[in-house]
């Protein structure tokens, strides 16, 4: 027997499967909507008062003067890091790691602090409504058992993969393995984890991502290592996450520091195959559809054509990139390189779970870079760098990140009156006469104003999480 049920409420999500360039026009406002979820997947999204007569005698969830929009979906936040958000005394970035983050990231060794980490990371993504996310690892296998078998047991979306370091820096030792011990544990960790909730990526929850903390973190011979594990395991849908292009301050940056020991024109050559000398190939590329590279501040414009022609996202990361004085990522230059991007809150670098507080700084961020590549934001812009571009970037935009008939029902419930102050703004806020600006009004108003106060429910495949 069907389990059908019908959620109300003022829907927001872009239909179909625009590019970026395009979602103005896939921009869908249905204030007195309705979302029927049957067995977990959406078989309607349209106005309340046209409901298919098979849906006209279920169970009714009445969210009215709230939201519905679909689940927020983070594409790079730190599993190991989620009590060490804000932490002063770093510096920027290579500062950072080592005075504040290797030593935070240690704590997991022991057993009894990462279990507390993994049952923290969960609660916090809940109460964020991040029904997806991709997630940096802790190299303890114990650590990651915990994070995906927590993960499980609540409902969520995710892909994790253990951090993979094996080149000493600083206060990195606890976390660093050989070699052989790195491509060994993270083998196991795709055996063990990868889509072990349903045996088949298509539809399993929880899945595996082969990650290297950045390219400084490992030698020549890991990147081959890797690009050969990589290589084997593909077809199976395994992902690739890890770092590029976040920080160059002069002389001492990530950047400059990995072209120079690397000696490659591009940091993305030495994950394309191309770290030997000269940017000669090594090994095989780490580009593709289901590879996710944080923050790209500082890409050449080969570096972008690179990643768009392989498919390759971008998870956008204003925020920590704010904390951590490490510029902003070019919006136009970027946008215009046909790169598909999505949000990540970076914790901890970033100071915030809720991707809403993302894509609000992202709009500040683009509308200050200096002359004319000053950007206003679009709101569509905004909706989908922290819904649709994080499935797409996921390779699973097939499955959820909107409302299409076919998807499984990953969604939030915002209620305005969980934040005085935003439900104050949508009440009293000065619209356009124009309905179709009105409706932009307010969702740039709604994505601006939402805190984790306002989202009252979420839910993934039409289940709700607690």
Request: hydrophobic letters at 40%; a negative charge; proline letters at 5%.
């Amino acid at each position: 027997m069907t389990a059908t049920t019908v959620h109300l409420g003022h829907i927001y999500h872009l239909a179909g499967s625009p590019k970026i360039t395009e979602a103005d026009a896939a921009l869908t406002e249905i204030p007195n909507g309705a979302l029927v979820v049957e067995d977990g997947l959406v078989t309607y999204c349209g106005d309340r008062h046209a409901l298919p007569a098979t849906a006209q005698h279920a169970k009714v969830v009445d969210h009215r003067s709230g939201f519905l929009l679909p689940g927020f979906v983070d594409t790079h936040i730190h599993f190991p890091q989620v009590f060490a958000f804000d932490s002063y005394g770093g510096g920027q970035l290579l500062d950072w790691l080592d005075s504040c983050i290797y030593p935070a990231e240690a704590l997991l060794r022991d057993p009894e602090f990462a279990q507390r980490a993994a049952v923290e990371f969960c609660n916090r993504r809940i109460a964020a409504g991040s029904t997806a996310a991709m997630a940096f690892g802790s190299p303890f296998p114990h650590a990651q058992d915990a994070l995906f078998a927590e993960t499980r047991r609540r409902g969520l979306r995710l892909v994790s993969g253990r951090a993979i370091q094996t080149v000493n820096f600083g206060s990195a030792p606890p976390l660093v393995t050989s070699e052989e011990e790195a491509v060994r544990l993270t083998m196991q960790e795709i055996d063990k984890w990868h889509a072990a909730d349903t045996g088949d990526p298509k539809t399993a929850l929880l899945q595996v991502a082969i990650i290297p903390r950045f390219s400084l973190s490992i030698t020549v011979d890991t990147f081959k290592s890797l690009g050969q594990l990589y290589d084997s395991v593909r077809d199976r849908g395994v992902y690739f996450h890890s770092h590029l292009n976040e920080n160059n301050r002069p002389g001492t940056g990530e950047v400059d520091t990995t072209k120079a020991q690397f000696q490659v024109d591009t940091y993305l050559d030495t994950y394309d195959g191309k770290f030997l000398p000269g940017s000669k190939a090594g090994g095989e590329s780490l580009l593709g559809k289901r590879t996710i590279m944080a923050h790209a501040v500082h890409c050449q414009d080969v570096e972008l054509e690179r990643m768009a022609e392989t498919g390759t996202s971008i998870a956008h990361c204003p925020i920590s990139q704010l904390f951590l004085g490490s510029g902003t990522m070019p919006w136009k230059r970027t946008v215009a390189s046909g790169v598909n991007i999505a949000a990540g809150t970076d914790v901890g670098g970033g100071d915030e779970f809720l991707i809403p507080r993302v894509l609000g700084d992202a709009f500040k961020v683009h509308v200050s870079e200096p002359g004319e590549a000053g950007v206003s934001m679009r709101p569509a812009e905004m909706l989908f760098l922290g819904t649709l571009g994080g499935a797409r970037a996921l390779d699973q935009e097939e499955r959820f990140g909107n409302f299409d008939p076919g998807k499984e029902a990953d969604f939030v419930v915002i209620d305005p009156g969980g934040t005085p102050a935003l439900a104050s703004a949508l009440k009293y806020g000065v619209r356009s006469q124009d309905a179709g600006l009105a409706g932009q009004q307010t969702l740039f108003a709604l994505l601006m104003g939402i805190r984790e106060s306002s989202v009252a429910e979420v839910y993934v495949r039409g289940r709700r999480l607690s």
